[in-house]
């Protein structure tokens, strides 16, 4: 059997340098704690607790009725991209062609498709923090390097003109952000965007990645992109997708919508890779975009309900400081006051991947620590789980938290 130093060896320094995923490794963990008989809830996976909504499952199952079984065109069906278009239009006042539009196997596709086809060696991509977990592992695999703006709960971790621009650099090519964020639930303002716009004006050669993901979880009025401002619309790159509106995580069905070069990029990098993704599920993503938001529109009220609850809950817990998000599913509560502090065994909660370990085999409860977000004072919480869950799983870390000394 070969030694770990061996198999290093034997690696490419590309998979080597890579990180895996806090996220997808704390809910492994969890898991595995479960499958030993313990009773753990997990706060840790960025998935909606709903089931897909029954209209976009008969669509697949008529899809697979009419036989679409074959390979789909590399950048999706013409007509899941007219309906992509369609939604930009009716949703987001945004006009595009769907040569504009590739559809990929999710939305953590078409991220990586784009740094792919936009970064050189040594290109600079400017990443605000908090910031998912992906963002800076995917802009180490093109080689390139990461500029992290930080930001803090006292702003709600929202960055401003002047810390954009003090991070631009003649090696600046893409600035990525995600409104609304994932791990704060931070929703950038139609202003606030405008005064970043007026930053990218000055500088032709940077391009924008905004990641629009949670758009339909807002608790702030309507979504506000970045591509709505005409002098920089075409150097901005929408991703976007249906896992977290339609609760439609398993399907991986994402998209990109961009300028016509960018796209035909993306197209030809993915027919050297995946190709088009799952015929059944562009089929059922028609249905979905083509049948409102009703579901979207129930499952956000569970949300903002949730949000609440949580929100009332933390704020009993001694230490931890928060603030309310205005978006998506998570808390990325501040929990430095607990480090230093020792468990009953006398190990020190040394940072906040220590204190999420301390919460999963203590409390039961699985987090995720805010290092592998880009900010370590803080723990990121997803509320997609039952009022009962979340009741219990807060109970839990109160307590946990209460015994370090």
């Known amino acids: 059997m070969l030694s770990h130093k061996s198999i290093m060896s034997i690696l490419s320094d590309r998979i080597n340098n890579l990180s895996e995923s806090a996220t997808l490794k704390m809910t ?18 960025g998935e909606p607790d709903f089931n897909t909504p029954d209209h976009v499952k008969e669509a697949a199952k008529k899809a697979l009725d009419e036989n679409y079984t074959r390979y789909s065109p590399v950048p999706g069906y013409p007509d899941l ?15 595009y062609d769907i040569s504009q539009i590739v559809v990929s196997t999710g939305a953590k596709q078409s991220l990586s498709n784009v740094i792919l086809t936009l970064i050189n060696p040594g290109d600079e991509v400017i990443i605000p923090t908090p910031y998912w977990v992906s963002y800076s ?16 709960i006292e702003s709600d971790f929202k960055i401003t003109p002047e810390q954009l621009e003090a991070a631009i650099t003649p090696k600046s090519k893409l600035f990525m952000f995600s409104s609304p964020n994932n791990p704060t639930g931070t ?27 949670y758009e339909h979880i807002n608790f702030v009025d309507k979504h506000e992109s970045i591509a709505q401002f005409p002098s920089i619309k075409d150097r901005v790159i929408i991703v976007n997708g249906f896992s977290k509106a339609f609760a439609m995580t398993g399907w991986r069905l994402g998209y990109i919508a961009a300028n016509k070069e960018i796209a035909a990029a993306n197209d030809k990098l ?24 009703d579901t979207v529109n129930e ?17 009993e817990i001694p230490g ?10 998570y808390f990325f509560p501040e929990i430095s006051s607990f480090f230093g502090k020792k468990d009953a065994e006398g190990n020190v909660i040394k940072n906040s991947s220590d204190l999420a370990l301390y919460l999963l ?35 839990r870390i109160k307590e946990a938290l209460g015994k370090l000394s």
């Open 28 to 45: 492994k963990l969890g898991r595995e704690l479960a499958a030993k008989g313990v009773n753990v809830i997990s706060l840790s996976v």
């Open 81 to 95: 991209r007219q309906a992509i278009v369609n939604k930009l239009k009716t949703e987001n006042n945004l006009d």
């Open 137 to 152: 592992e995917m802009v180490t695999l093109a080689e390139g390097k990461s500029v992290f703006i930080n930001t803090s």
């Open 187 to 213: 929703v950038y303002s139609k202003d606030e965007l405008a005064a970043l716009a007026k930053v990218f004006e000055k500088y032709p050669n940077i391009y924008i990645l905004s990641d629009e993901i």
């Open 270 to 293: 993915q027919g050297q890779t995946t190709s088009g993704t799952c015929s059944i599920a562009q089929r059922a993503g028609i249905v979905a975009y083509e049948q409102g938001l």
């Open 299 to 315: 499952m956000k009220k569970a949300f903002e309900r949730r949000r609440q609850l949580v929100y009332d809950l933390l704020k």
């Open 320 to 329: 931890v400081k928060t603030n309310l998000p205005e978006g998506a599913f």
């Open 361 to 395: 085999n203590v409390g039961h409860v699985a987090t995720v620590g805010g290092d592998s977000f880009g900010n370590d004072n803080y723990i990121r919480l997803s509320y997609a789980a039952s009022d009962e869950s979340l009741v219990e799983a807060l109970r």
